[in-house]
Structures are given as structure tokens and as C-alpha cells.
């Protein structure tokens, strides 16, 4: 089967079964699964021919002693440079499992089967890895691509709607940054809707796999272009930092609106573009209202390492499918949201 994007030449992504595909993909080699208790449960029969590794759940266990707990099992099992190492699960198994893989023995094939949305539309593909430090996001980490990368949308079925929801979220940021026609698409639809519509989700799935694709392909490292992905990300982690009561997607959702906002206040949208936005982030059941006080936000945004001195550079829209990297005065920004 041909893949349905190739990234940096080597890491074929399938929008595919990955009952159906997995099994050609990983042919005859060794291969160790690394996943969690739920993703076993849920999928033994796609994961059971494997040995496997399995790891717990949430953001805190993506750490370095995580990774050390894997490279002792793959000792005790005796892996080698040829086992293939496959991550079954969401942003948080592949983002360990593409770590682990890139470290031991100084490196081993890899692949994925991404698991929940925001792992197909976004984790999987592109080739970042890695885990937190002392709370800090992604502090130890490589760019190394995955040899492969199945996004199963029939896997998200089982997928607690709340992360489905949040996952949505990171479909509309790819279609404000570069699929109009998406947009449009998901104006016209509900999440029942997309939860139920098979071949709408693939669309969907494959639409926002493809934005982030393109723009790695044309920059892996985030010098230029890839920065455009992180569309309504700096509020997004000042909101993640500041309170536990949103998940990343949703913290997406709310950093999205806020940003069509600017943009508009700066006279780079109008208003019922923004408006638009707005209304579809809603329409999907997604929160666009800060759960904390704006001038909060602002305050953890401008402590950030990141954004010193008295401009952020932040992504905006410029029209719905097209979006750039726009100086904005910290200032301004205080006088509009404080
Ligand atoms: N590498 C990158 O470029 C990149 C990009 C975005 C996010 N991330 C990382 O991704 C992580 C978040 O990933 P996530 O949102 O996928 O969360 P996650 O990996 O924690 O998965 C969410 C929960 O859903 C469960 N689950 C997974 N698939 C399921 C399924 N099909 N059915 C039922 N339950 C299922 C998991 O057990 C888990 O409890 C963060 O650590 C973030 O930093 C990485
Ligand atoms: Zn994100």
C-alpha cells in the first residue's frame, strides 16, 4: 500500500486499518510494543503476536525515569539494534517511544500506531520526541523520524469524547493555518456528526495531517515555517501552565479564539472571520472563554524564556487557510486584554 504522505523523504504516514496494515509493515522483524494498560486492553488483538512494554498514563509519566524503566525492560529482553520499536497509543507513548528508540543502542527503527486524535493530526507526524524535566515540557528530546505512521480513525472510536473534542480542536488550528475548504467543511457538521461520519473524519484526519506534513517537509526543525503550527499555542501553554482545569486541545481552542481576536484587533482579519472561528470552535463544544483571568495569562506568557524583551511573536491568521508570524507589542496586547 502506498502511503498517503511522505515526510523528510523516509517516514511513510498511512491514513489506514491498522489491523489490515500493521502486520505488512512490520513484516518479520522483532518487534516490542510500548503502550498502556488501557490501549492493551482496548486493542489486544492488534497488539498480542508482540512482546510488549507497557507504561502508565498521563503527562507526569513522560519522564526521564520512564524512559529508563524501558531501556532496562528492553535489556532484560534482550533487544537489539534490529528490534523494531512500535508505539501503540497517544501523544504521550509515542513522544517516549520515539525517545527511547533514538537512544538505545544509539538508535533502533520505529513506528506508530497513533490512538487518539490528537496523536494522528498532530504527536505522530513530524518527528519531535521526547519527555519533560522537573515539570517542563519536552526539555529532553531528539528530532527523529518514525519509520512509519498509521492513523486508524476506526481507532478513535473508542476514544473518550473529551479528548476527541480537545483533539478537534488542533483539526481547526490545521485548517485556519492552511485548509480553507476544511474549514468549511467543518462549519457545515457537528462533533456527533464527525464521531459518527467515518469518511468525514478520515477527510478531516487527513487534512490536518497533511498541513502539518507540508510544513515540515519544507521545515523539520522549526526555524521558520513550522512555527506557523503553533497556532493559538503560546496562550494554549500559558493556560496549561496556570490551571489543571483544561487539556491541551481545549487550551488550543481557547489560545485560537483569542488570537483571531488579535488579529482582527489589528486589523489583519475582519471581524466576521473572526467571528467565524469563534462560532465554529463553539460549534464543535469547545470552551473559547480563558478559564483563567486574562491578565494572568499574560503575565505567565511574558515570563516565558521564549518571549523576552517587549515584543511576542505570535501566529495569526491572516485569512481562514493562511496564517504568519507577527510581532506583537506585549504592550498592546496588555491595553486590549487587562
Ligand atoms: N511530538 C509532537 O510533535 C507532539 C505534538 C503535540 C503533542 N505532543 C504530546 O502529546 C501528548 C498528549 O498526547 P494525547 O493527547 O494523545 O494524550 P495521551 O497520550 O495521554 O492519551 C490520552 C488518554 O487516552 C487514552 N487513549 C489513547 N487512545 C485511546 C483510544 N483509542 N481509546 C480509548 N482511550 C485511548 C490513553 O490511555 C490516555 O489515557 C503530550 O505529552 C504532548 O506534549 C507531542
Ligand atoms: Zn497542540
Redesign the pocket.
Known amino acids: 500500500m502506498n502511503p498517503d504522505f511522505t515526510v523528510r523523504e523516509t517516514s511513510r504516514v498511512y491514513i489506514a486499518s491498522a489491523p489490515e496494515l500493521l502486520p505488512e509493515l512490520v513484516a518479520d522483524r522483532r518487534v516490542v510494543v510500548i503502550t498502556?494498560?488501557?490501549?492493551d486492553r482496548?486493542?489486544q488483538d492488534l497488539i498480542a503476536p508482540y512482546e510488549k512494554i507497557l507504561i502508565g498514563?498521563?503527562?507526569s509519566i513522560?519522564t526521564l525515569q520512564t524512559v529508563e524503566q524501558i531501556v532496562r525492560h528492553l535489556v532484560a529482553l534482550g533487544a537489539d539494534r534490529k528490534t523494531f520499536l512500535l508505539a501503540v497509543?497517544?501523544?504521550?507513548?509515542?513522544?517516549i517511544t520515539?525517545f527511547v528508540a533514538s537512544i538505545y543502542m544509539r538508535g533502533l527503527s520505529f513506528g506508530f500506531v497513533?490512538?487518539?486524535?490528537?496523536?494522528q493530526v498532530?504527536?505522530?507526524?513530524?518527528?519531535?520526541?521526547?519527555v519533560?524535566l522537573d515539570g517542563f515540557?519536552?526539555m529532553v528530546?531528539c528530532f527523529t523520524q518514525p519509520e512509519f505512521v498509521i492513523c486508524d480513525p476506526a481507532?478513535?472510536?473508542?476514544?473518550?469524547e473529551r479528548?476527541f473534542r480537545?483533539?478537534m480542536a488542533?483539526i481547526v488550528k490545521s485548517s485556519i493555518i492552511g485548509d480553507e475548504a476544511m474549514f468549511e467543511r467543518l462549519e457545515r457538521t457537528t462533533l456527533a456528526e464527525l464521531r459518527r461520519d467515518r469518511e468525514l473524519l478520515t477527510a478531516a484526519v487527513r487534512s490536518a495531517v497533511r498541513v502539518k506534513a507540508e510544513i515540515v517537509e519544507r521545515d523539520e526543525r522549526e526555524a521558520g515555517d513550522r512555527r506557523l503550527l503553533n497556532l493559538g499555542h503560546t496562550l494554549a501553554h500559558a493556560i496549561e501552565k496556570s490551571t489543571p482545569k483544561m487539556?491541551?486541545?481545549e487550551a488550543v481552542a481557547v489560545g485560537t479564539a483569542v488570537v483571531a481576536d488579535v488579529a482582527a484587533r489589528m486589523g489583519l482579519i475582519d471581524s466576521a472571520q473572526r467571528d467565524r472561528i469563534c462560532a465554529l470552535l463553539v460549534r464543535l463544544g469547545l470552551v473559547i472563554a480563558p478559564p483563567v483571568a486574562m491578565s494572568k495569562l499574560l503575565k505567565v506568557m511574558t515570563k516565558d524564556k521564549k518571549s523576552a524583551g517587549e515584543n511576542l511573536h505570535l501566529v495569526l491568521p491572516r485569512a481562514i487557510g493562511h496564517c504568519e508570524v507577527v510581532t506583537v507589542e506585549k504592550q498592546q496586547l496588555a491595553t486590549w486584554f487587562m
Open positions: 498502556d494498560a488501557t490501549i482496548l486493542y498514563r498521563g503527562e513522560k497509543g497517544g501523544g504521550i507513548v509515542s513522544d520515539g497513533s490512538t487518539t486524535l490528537l496523536g498532530d504527536a505522530s507526524v513530524g518527528g519531535k520526541n521526547g519533560n515540557k519536552n528530546g481507532m478513535l472510536q473508542t476514544l473518550p479528548e480537545a483533539g488542533e487539556i491541551h486541545g
